[in-house]
């Protein structure tokens, strides 16, 4: 993997505004489809080393729901949105209107519901990037897998090649009336070499 150079404050203002935007557009639409208020967070927003965005989640071994879809054009690469399990099962009974710790595994009528809406979450994010940049990017259809985090990663990495060493971390909650009942979910941008470049250069700002 390739090397990106340290980010500035200035740069990690730039990907606040971001994922500020994304969790913008990610509320409004996920308010339409549950008909009810949404209140989300985004408490990170940062770059971290391959390595370390395993161990944000829970490990190698921890259980995830993915949503992962492929990128073309001005900024190549692949977005992830993941949730645990605890979290996967419990956005599950949001969406279905079950009470608070129903669902114990995931059927295909839950899988449906959650990749639906991971497939909000990363339009959103891919969506900002595109409002603050007019960058061209391409969204590939999008893949849903239930697995070890560390099977994901793996299949993911290897269909995308090369990619840069760092990857764009969004830590995003979702606040229901019950704080037990908070969803966390981790969106991650792993991008080809040159494409953190591509994506700061349209932002204007200089990197290292």
Known sequence: MN????????HLDALREISNIGMGNAITSL?????????????????????????????????????????????????????NSQST???????MGLDLGTTTELDEMGESAVKEVGNVLTGSFI????????????????????????????????????AEEQVLVLETKLFQEQAEANINGHFFMLTEPGSIQNLFDALGIAMS
């Open 89 to 95: 099962f419990r956005l599950v009974d949001l969406l």
């Open 3 to 10: 090397k990106t150079p340290e980010l500035s404050s200035t």
């Open 31 to 83: 308010a339409q489809m549950l008909n009810r208020r949404i209140n989300m967070s985004v408490p990170l927003a940062t770059f971290l080393p391959f390595e370390e965005t395993v161990q944000l989640i829970g490990g190698a071994e921890e259980q995830v729901s993915c949503v992962s879809v492929s990128l073309s054009g001005d900024v190549p690469g692949t977005v992830m949105f993941f949730f």
């Open 127 to 162: 969506g900002a990037i595109y409002s603050l940049t007019s960058l061209s990017i391409k969204s590939a259809v999008p893949m849903f897998a239930y697995d070890m985090l560390g099977a994901i990663l793996t299949s993911l990495v290897v269909a995308s090649g090369r």
